[in-house]
């Protein structure tokens, strides 16, 4: 993906969201004009964005969203719920948009048609909401054709594909001839069959017969004299169709038809809506130049429309023109705004009957003053200096002396009126350089001292008429300066489109591949931020890792330098290097960590739109309380939290606070709180979620637990109210009496316990009936690297995260108890069960015990309880860079994964949860 | 080296015609709103400025009219804008623009311009 | 013969020419109801025609000629919806 694509996701996101928290901001405060300022100017500049690619389907919603904001802040359009709900509906497409075109780069053809009904969706919420009725009336949806030779030839009688036919003909340069023949009453007498000297009319595309008068009564008809008509479609020349009726020639006219005359749209006017949208796109390609894309979005209109309706003959029509060499600009454009319409092409507007390819839309030029129109004829005038410049050039020069004509001629007397002067006076100077027109620069440079002196721009007026006369003498002697727009309007050229941004940004960027990024691209000029590529810190977190287990090569070497070599001096001076790089790296390390830090708002930020959503569907009011969003823990931690957190939002809402009534009932607010804060304690980032809803009975969880067959009768007497709530985290607990559509789906909290331990979080629960709930997860800052303390078992070392271990101890064999068949003992006034770490294991060696009848036990954490594991030794504790176990390893429920020593061994990281 | 101040909130577009102006020889640096613009204006030199219409804090119209009012700059200012409207463009003249190009601003169309407003031959 | 009269039915055959005009008006005066089959009709001169439409016949069935079909619908399927 180019850089600049990647440039405008990033920051289409971010305005994404930006858009979406505006309008939630909204539906508090509707009056705040600041925020309707923002929410437009945010809905605009994506558009803008937008624009620079080739994303018609995203720009147009866009742009009717812009339209929509545009009304609302200027007061015309009220703000409301449904809008808000539209606007949200119309950015939530654009980011499904922004997905499509990250992933595939492009974007999938059938949104083409969602985009239609999108914009179109929004542009009649606008026009229904307009506070003064500007909506246009479309007063008579039926077809009229509007030229009277359609009606007198009734070419609208033809079926498409032969009118078709004759267009095709036409174009390829066939005269089309409309015959009429009117037999004379008496012809039956003189032998002749006028219809079937119709039907052989030469190169007859169709034909018809009409009644002269109405039929009188059967009884009173003469069958034998004529008085029919007989009509036909050839493309034969006049020569021919003569010689044919040779002997008829008097009761035969002929009358050439228009090409254009054939092109009439046919159908059903009032089966579909016609996209305002698709005619001012199509109108726009047309300015640009582009039939060819013109020519795809007519296709893919077609074939999302039902062929019977009149839009899509209208469309079939558009795509014939759109075909024809060379395309008649002026009746391509008079056919797209009879799309709006919906009535028969004008064609009676068009300058030229035959195809023309010169563009003819002339943009309407500014006022400039009579002086500046008159230079075709006065090219006597030259300038025995100037230099030859090119055409596009000339061109550009011209219209920025206007421009600068018409700034000169502004009477707003505005108080900065003598900078706009000077400003003026440097355009032209340098115009003048760029052309090397050096005689210009000391009449300029007088002009300007006399203006700025007078006060007035009189004196620059006066030579910038004078030399406008000039330039036109560069330009070409048939093109008159009037026609040239002023800058900014469309430019001239459109028969030679320009390069798209898509072909021309890789040949901009190709010299370094590195993505520009702009110097500031944060908001705030306070915090100046990069935006870096996630991959590229992923490999700086990859590479110091490997640094800081390199070094912990070190105290190996200076070990082995003592030992095995005997040089003592060499083991210390190594040694010292080592806690030089080992600061060095760890320094660095946790440089790196900062880098991966983003702030919780990353995954709060979405709340405000979930809650409004969910809570709006299940009918309830809640106010939704943000706290800490700007807490920072590693990126990993933070989208690990989001499903999770997610998950239990929902279940608050859904669950947990009450229905309006409800609360009322309880003498309680009609509108539930729901909090969710975040801070930071120690290395922990602690978030809670806390609601004040109808709380949870633990009586009722206790009783759920003991039917389920989670705990049994004697765990169900003695466990504390708080133990029992949080059963609801166990496996296969489901609070729930009915599985709802919202937090059900069949996973109970059991999959939130997983997934936050899985970032060695843990989660708790507090409640209080009918007073509220509160979930408190606590999460590590950082997981990338885990202290683990070394333990030895049956010869083998492991890795224990120092996160579970509480302490260790060595306890003798005369305090262990066995209670049933496990094996206890009192551990600070506590009875704590004791495992074996090799019988965990499955390994058959017995725990060693040592000279002083001792075992040692770690007191490892596991949730809220504590468990002893008996190994036979503990060693130092190390940092070191998890990894995920993978293949079969990675079936392996004891390991939570491995980590490379110093020396290079592998040491397995024990999964407590896995092996108790 | 010609020195042109983007002054334009939207990062993609200041990266768009970074990159056009750039490929063509000249320096560019950046501003995000009327006041930044401002404040790098009072700090250096440039020999044009390209201006957004629509932007937080301070619009183009208002850092035109600071510049141009304040004698902070008088070099040429090209304003640009989504709208094609003749009221738009007189708007930004007023304010003190010297040219007016219509987004998506065609490369050539761009490098056309602001070489003549820099006075720089072909 | 180029018009088969039956109980309720005339049926065109080949070239229908000016001569049986006259007959087909007879029958047709006194058959209101009866319909026409066209089907194997190459071609009908127009006094016949000028029948078919003054006594607003249906046509049971249309000519297989396509040629001929087209521009009779063009006035006879007009008759009919009036």
């Given at each position: 993906?180019?850089?600049?694509?990647?440039?405008?996701?990033?920051?289409?996101?971010?305005?994404?969201?930006?858009?979406?928290?505006?309008?939630?901001?909204?539906?508090?405060?509707?009056?705040?004009?600041?925020?309707?300022?923002?929410?437009?100017?945010?809905?605009?500049?994506?558009?803008?964005?937008?624009?620079?690619?080739?994303?018609?389907?995203?720009?147009?919603?866009?742009?009717?969203?812009?339209?929509?904001?545009?009304?609302?802040?200027?007061?015309?359009?009220?703000?409301?719920?449904?809008?808000?709900?539209?606007?949200?509906?119309?950015?939530?497409?654009?980011?499904?948009?922004?997905?499509?075109?990250?992933?595939?780069?492009?974007?999938?053809?059938?949104?083409?048609?969602?985009?239609?009904?999108?914009?179109?969706?929004?542009?009649?919420?606008?026009?229904?909401?307009?506070?003064?009725?500007?909506?246009?009336?479309?007063?008579?949806?039926?077809?009229?054709?509007?030229?009277?030779?359609?009606?007198?030839?009734?070419?609208?009688?033809?079926?498409?594909?032969?009118?078709?036919?004759?267009?095709?003909?036409?174009?390829?340069?066939?005269?089309?001839?409309?015959?009429?023949?009117?037999?004379?009453?008496?012809?039956?007498?003189?032998?002749?069959?006028?219809?079937?000297?119709?039907?052989?009319?030469?190169?007859?595309?169709?034909?018809?017969?009409?009644?002269?008068?109405?039929?009188?009564?059967?009884?009173?008809?003469?069958?034998?004299?004529?008085?029919?008509?007989?009509?036909?479609?050839?493309?034969?020349?006049?020569?021919?169709?003569?010689?044919?009726?040779?002997?008829?020639?008097?009761?035969?006219?002929?009358?050439?038809?228009?090409?254009?005359?054939?092109?009439?749209?046919?159908?059903?006017?009032?089966?579909?809506?016609?996209?305002?949208?698709?005619?001012?796109?199509?109108?726009?390609?047309?300015?640009?130049?582009?039939?060819?894309?013109?020519?795809?979005?007519?296709?893919?209109?077609?074939?999302?429309?039902?062929?019977?309706?009149?839009?899509?003959?209208?469309?079939?029509?558009?795509?014939?023109?759109?075909?024809?060499?060379?395309?008649?600009?002026?009746?391509?454009?008079?056919?797209?705004?009879?799309?709006?319409?919906?009535?028969?092409?004008?064609?009676?507007?068009?300058?030229?009957?035959?195809?023309?390819?010169?563009?003819?839309?002339?943009?309407?030029?500014?006022?400039?003053?009579?002086?500046?129109k008159t230079p075709v004829e006065t090219s006597s005038v030259t300038r025995a200096?100037a230099?030859e410049?090119?055409e596009?050039?000339a061109?550009?020069?011209a219209?920025?002396?206007?421009?600068?004509?018409?700034?000169?001629?502004?009477?707003?007397?505005?108080?900065?009126?003598?900078?706009?002067?000077?400003?003026?006076?440097?355009?032209?100077?340098?115009?003048?350089?760029?052309?090397?027109?050096?005689?210009?620069?000391?009449?300029?440079?007088?002009?300007?001292?006399?203006?700025?002196?007078?006060?007035?721009?009189?004196?620059?007026?006066?030579?910038?008429?004078?030399r406008s006369l000039n330039v036109a003498v560069v330009k070409p002697v048939a093109e008159p300066i009037?026609?040239?727009?002023?800058?900014?309007?469309?430019?001239?050229?459109?028969?030679?489109?320009?390069?798209?941004?898509?072909?021309?940004?890789?040949?901009?960027?190709?010299?370094?591949?590195?993505?520009?990024?702009?110097?500031?691209?944060?908001?705030?000029?306070?915090?100046?931020?990069?935006?870096?590529?996630?991959?590229?810190?992923?490999?700086?977190?990859?590479?110091?890792?490997?640094?800081?287990?390199?070094?912990?090569?070190?105290?190996?070497?200076?070990?082995?330098?003592?030992?095995?070599?005997?040089?003592?001096?060499?083991?210390?001076?190594?040694?010292?290097?080592?806690?030089?790089?080992?600061?060095?790296?760890?320094?660095?390390?946790?440089?790196?960590?900062?880098?991966?830090?983003?702030?919780?708002?990353?995954?709060?930020?979405?709340?405000?739109?979930?809650?409004?959503?969910?809570?709006?569907?299940?009918?309830?009011?809640?106010?939704?309380?943000?706290?800490?969003?700007?807490?920072?823990?590693?990126?990993?931690?933070?989208?690990?939290?989001?499903?999770?957190?997610?998950?239990?939002?929902?279940?608050?809402?859904?669950?947990?606070?009450?229905?309006?009534?409800?609360?009322?009932?309880?003498?309680?607010?009609?509108?539930?709180?729901?909090?969710?804060?975040?801070?930071?304690?120690?290395?922990?980032?602690?978030?809670?979620?806390?609601?004040?809803?109808?709380?949870?009975?633990?009586?009722?969880?206790?009783?759920?637990?003991?039917?389920?067959?989670?705990?049994?009768?004697?765990?169900?007497?003695?466990?504390?109210?708080?133990?029992?709530?949080?059963?609801?985290?166990?496996?296969?607990?489901?609070?729930?009496?009915?599985?709802?559509?919202?937090?059900?789906?069949?996973?109970?909290?059991?999959?939130?316990?997983?997934?936050?331990?899985?970032?060695?979080?843990?989660?708790?629960?507090?409640?209080?009936?009918?007073?509220?709930?509160?979930?408190?997860?606590?999460?590590?800052?950082?997981?990338?690297?885990?202290?683990?303390?070394?333990?030895?078992?049956?010869?083998?070392?492991?890795?224990?995260?120092?996160?579970?271990?509480?302490?260790?101890?060595?306890?003798?064999?005369?305090?262990?108890?066995?209670?049933?068949?496990?094996?206890?003992?009192?551990?600070?006034?506590?009875?704590?069960?004791?495992?074996?770490?090799?019988?965990?294991?499955?390994?058959?060696?017995?725990?060693?015990?040592?000279?002083?009848?001792?075992?040692?036990?770690?007191?490892?954490?596991?949730?809220?309880?504590?468990?002893?594991?008996?190994?036979?030794?503990?060693?130092?504790?190390?940092?070191?860079?998890?990894?995920?176990?993978?293949?079969?390893?990675?079936?392996?429920?004891?390991?939570?994964?491995?980590?490379?020593?110093?020396?290079?061994?592998?040491?397995?990281?024990?999964?407590?949860?896995?092996?108790? | 080296?010609?020195?042109?101040?983007?002054?334009?909130?939207?990062?993609?577009?200041?990266?768009?015609?970074?990159?056009?102006?750039?490929?063509?020889?000249?320096?560019?640096?950046?501003?995000?709103?009327?006041?930044?613009?401002?404040?790098?204006?009072?700090?250096?030199?440039?020999?044009?400025?390209?201006?957004?219409?629509?932007?937080?804090?301070?619009?183009?119209?208002?850092?035109?009219?600071?510049?141009?009012?304040?004698?902070?700059?008088?070099?040429?200012?090209?304003?640009?804008?989504?709208?094609?409207?003749?009221?738009?463009?007189?708007?930004?003249?007023?304010?003190?623009?010297?040219?007016?190009?219509?987004?998506?601003?065609?490369?050539?169309?761009?490098?056309?311009?602001?070489?003549?407003?820099?006075?720089?031959?072909? | 013969?180029?018009?088969?009269?039956?109980?309720?039915?005339?049926?065109?055959?080949?070239?229908?020419?000016?001569?049986?005009?006259?007959?087909?008006?007879?029958?047709?005066?006194?058959?209101?109801?009866?319909?026409?089959?066209?089907?194997?009709?190459?071609?009908?001169?127009?006094?016949?025609?000028?029948?078919?439409?003054?006594?607003?016949?249906?046509?049971?069935?249309?000519?297989?000629?396509?040629?001929?079909?087209?521009?009779?619908?063009?006035?006879?399927?007009?008759?009919?919806?009036?």
């Amino acid at each position: 993906m180019n850089p600049l694509l990647e440039q405008f996701l990033s920051e289409a996101r971010e305005f994404l969201q930006g858009i979406a928290e505006k309008l939630m901001q909204l539906e508090n405060t509707p009056d705040d004009s600041y925020l309707l300022v923002e929410l437009f100017r945010l809905v605009h500049t994506l558009k803008g964005n937008s624009g620079l690619f080739e994303f018609p389907e995203m720009t147009r919603v866009l742009h009717a969203g812009e339209d929509l904001m545009d009304a609302v802040r200027d007061g015309r359009v009220g703000f409301s719920q449904k809008l808000a709900d539209d606007l949200l509906d119309a950015m939530d497409f654009v980011s499904v948009l922004c997905d499509q075109i990250e992933q595939g780069g492009k974007i999938e053809a059938d949104m083409t048609v969602d985009s239609y009904r999108l914009a179109e969706s929004l542009r009649v919420l606008m026009a229904s909401q307009m506070t003064s009725a500007q909506t246009p009336v479309v007063d008579d949806a039926q077809p009229a054709s509007t030229k009277d030779t359609i009606n007198f030839l009734a070419l609208n009688q033809l079926p498409e594909t032969v009118r078709i036919d004759a267009y095709t003909r036409a174009m390829a340069g066939e005269t089309l001839y409309w015959v009429i023949y009117t037999p004379i009453e008496n012809c039956f007498f003189q032998g002749e069959d006028p219809f079937f000297t119709a039907r052989q009319t030469p190169e007859s595309l169709w034909g018809q017969i009409s009644a002269q008068e109405a039929w009188p009564p059967l009884a009173e008809l003469d069958a034998y004299r004529s008085a029919l008509r007989f009509e036909a479609l050839s493309a034969a020349s006049r020569e021919e169709l003569i010689e044919h009726y040779r002997y008829v020639e008097d009761q035969i006219q002929l009358i050439p038809v228009d090409p254009w005359s054939f092109v009439i749209p046919q159908g059903n006017p009032n089966g579909g809506p016609v996209y305002e949208d698709f005619v001012l796109d199509a109108l726009q390609y047309m300015d640009a130049g582009d039939l060819t894309a013109l020519r795809s979005v007519a296709e893919t209109m077609l074939q999302l429309s039902n062929p019977e309706l009149w839009l899509s003959s209208a469309l079939r029509w558009l795509i014939l023109l759109l075909d024809t060499v060379p395309p008649n600009h002026q009746a391509i454009t008079i056919l797209i705004e009879s799309l709006r319409s919906l009535k028969a092409p004008d064609w009676s507007l068009l300058t030229d009957t035959l195809p023309v390819v010169t563009a003819v839309a002339v943009a309407p030029t500014i006022e400039t003053g009579s002086e500046i129109k008159t230079p075709v004829e006065t090219s006597s005038v030259t300038r025995a200096d100037a230099k030859e410049i090119s055409e596009a050039d000339a061109l550009a020069l011209a219209s920025i002396f206007a421009t600068q004509l018409q700034i000169l001629q502004l009477d707003d007397n505005a108080s900065w009126q003598l900078g706009r002067i000077k400003a003026v006076a440097g355009v032209l100077l340098n115009c003048c350089k760029a052309i090397d027109d050096t005689h210009a620069i000391a009449a300029i440079e007088e002009a300007l001292a006399a203006s700025l002196a007078a006060e007035n721009s009189a004196p620059l007026i006066d030579w910038l008429t004078a030399r406008s006369l000039n330039v036109a003498v560069v330009k070409p002697v048939a093109e008159p300066i009037a026609e040239e727009p002023p800058i900014g309007l469309k430019t001239l050229d459109e028969a030679a489109p320009m390069p798209t941004v898509e072909e021309i940004t890789p040949e901009l960027v190709s010299a370094d591949d590195v993505p520009k990024f702009g110097r500031r691209p944060d908001e705030s000029t306070a915090a100046k931020s990069l935006k870096v590529d996630q991959a590229k810190i992923d490999r700086l977190m990859n590479l110091i890792g490997e640094i800081v287990v390199s070094k912990n090569a070190l105290p190996y070497l200076a070990q082995r330098a003592e030992e095995q070599f005997g040089v003592r001096e060499l083991s210390r001076e190594i040694k010292a290097q080592y806690a030089v790089i080992n600061r060095i790296a760890e320094e660095m390390q946790d440089a790196i960590m900062q880098v991966r830090m983003m702030p919780v708002s990353f995954v709060f930020q979405r709340f405000p739109r979930l809650v409004r959503d969910i809570s709006r569907k299940l009918g309830k009011e809640v106010h939704l309380v943000l706290e800490g969003e700007e807490t920072e823990a590693d990126k990993n931690i933070i989208e690990a939290l989001a499903d999770p957190l997610i998950h239990i939002v929902r279940n608050s809402l859904d669950h947990g606070l009450e229905l309006p009534d409800v609360r009322r009932a309880a003498g309680k607010p009609a509108s539930g709180t729901l909090t969710i804060k975040a801070n930071q304690e120690g290395d922990q980032v602690i978030i809670e979620i806390i609601d004040d809803g109808k709380g949870i009975d633990p009586e009722v969880i206790k009783r759920k637990a003991y039917e389920k067959n989670i705990i049994d009768e004697a765990t169900l007497e003695r466990m504390s109210d708080l133990e029992a709530v949080n059963l609801i985290f166990a496996a296969g607990f489901s609070t729930a009496e009915v599985v709802s559509d919202l937090s059900g789906r069949g996973v109970g909290m059991d999959v939130v316990r997983t997934a936050v331990e899985k970032v060695n979080g843990a989660i708790q629960l507090d409640s209080q009936v009918g007073k509220g709930t509160r979930i408190r997860i606590s999460l590590p800052l950082s997981m990338a690297v885990t202290k683990v303390m070394i333990i030895e078992s049956d010869d083998q070392v492991f890795g224990m995260p120092m996160d579970h271990v509480v302490e260790i101890v060595r306890i003798p064999v005369s305090e262990l108890t066995s209670i049933k068949q496990s094996l206890t003992t009192v551990f600070r006034g506590k009875i704590v069960a004791l495992k074996s770490l090799n019988s965990l294991l499955g390994l058959p060696a017995e725990p060693i015990v040592n000279s002083d009848g001792e075992v040692a036990v770690l007191i490892a954490r596991l949730g809220n309880e504590v468990v002893g594991l008996i190994v036979d030794d503990f060693h130092e504790t190390i940092d070191v860079i998890q990894k995920p176990l993978t293949g079969v390893l990675a079936g392996l429920g004891a390991y939570s994964g491995s980590a490379l020593m110093g020396d290079g061994s592998v040491l397995m990281i024990l999964n407590v949860r896995g092996i108790v | 080296m010609k020195r042109i101040l983007i002054v334009d909130d939207a990062a993609t577009v200041r990266m768009y015609h970074r990159n056009i102006l750039e490929s063509a020889g000249y320096s560019v640096d950046e501003a995000l709103n009327g006041i930044e613009a401002i404040e790098k204006a009072l700090q250096e030199s440039f020999d044009l400025y390209i201006v957004d219409v629509n932007m937080p804090k301070l619009d183009g119209y208002g850092f035109l009219r600071e510049l141009r009012g304040e004698n902070i700059s008088q070099v040429p200012a090209i304003m640009v804008s989504t709208e094609a409207e003749a009221n738009d463009q007189v708007a930004a003249f007023k304010a003190g623009a010297n040219g007016y190009l219509v987004k998506p601003v065609k490369p050539e169309q761009l490098l056309t311009h602001v070489r003549l407003l820099i006075g720089e031959t072909v | 013969m180029a018009i088969e009269y039956k109980k309720n039915q005339a049926v065109f055959v080949d070239v229908v020419s000016v001569d049986e005009a006259e007959t087909l008006l007879d029958w047709l005066q006194n058959k209101p109801n009866a319909k026409i089959d066209l089907g194997r009709c190459s071609h009908l001169h127009p006094s016949n025609l000028q029948v078919l439409l003054a006594a607003k016949v249906s046509i049971a069935v249309w000519p297989k000629d396509i040629n001929l079909r087209a521009w009779l619908e063009s006035i006879l399927t007009i008759t009919q919806a009036v």
